[in-house]
């Protein structure tokens, strides 16, 4: 989703646009983490992937494809670490 980009803005559900820095990326799933600097908005805590367990449910929030307010959930089948 950011392969190639020069530039992130965020577009917050209030309608606040703020600048984004890419902190890491895995083009093979096609995933990306941003950082969106600010110290007023609440954040949640990552958890520790290496504790994962196979049955555990997983979820991802965000807004593929221009859809807004996107969240996929699913169960962990395995693991291949």
Not at 14 to 28: F, Y
Not at 31 to 44: C, F, K, N, S, Y
Request: aromatic share 4%.
């Amino acid at each position: 989703m950011v392969e190639g980009a020069q530039n992130i803005r965020v577009r917050l559900q209030n309608g606040r646009e703020l600048d984004a820095e890419i902190t890491g990326t895995d083009p093979q799933s096609d995933v990306a983490v941003i950082e969106i600097p600010t110290g007023d908005m609440p954040a949640l805590k990552l958890a520790d992937s290496s504790k994962l367990e196979v049955g555990e449910w997983v979820m991802a929030i965000g807004n593929p494809f221009g859809l807004q307010h996107t969240v996929t959930v699913a169960v962990v089948s395995s693991k291949a670490f």
